[in-house]
């Protein structure tokens, strides 16, 4: 049985104690129970998302300038670098008219001059 269960089961009980202070705690205990209840829901799906950046941070590999994602025998990408090292978002990069890679979010390159 879980804790909401419990304040739940204790609340019922002492309306029948009819102490009407006895009442309001255990009201008030219930309430902090639920906002508990709800804090560690958001904690735990906080903890999950940091786990998951974590996972793919020890999968990333920097190569031609962007990263990728190391599989068991291929590698995933190219993903932007500064989407991850700024956000930690993995925004993967698209190709554009001249075969060159973009990032959705940064837009196009900037056109290449020659030097010479
Ligand atoms: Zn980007």
Known sequence: ?????????????????DNIELYKEI??????????????TALKEKN?????????????????????LKREDSED?????LCWDKDQKLVRKLMDDNDRWY???????SPVFSIA
């Open 1 to 17: 049985m879980g804790i909401l269960d419990t304040a739940k089961d204790a609340v019922q009980l002492v309306q029948k104690i």
């Open 27 to 40: 009201l008030n205990l219930q309430s902090e129970a639920i906002k508990l209840v709800s804090e560690n």
């Open 48 to 68: 999950r998302v940091l786990e998951d950046k974590l996972r793919v941070k020890d999968t990333l590999v920097f190569k031609d300038n962007s990263y990728w």
């Open 77 to 81: 990408g190219p993903f932007c670098t």
């Open 103 to 109: 990032c959705p979010t940064h837009g196009k390159p």
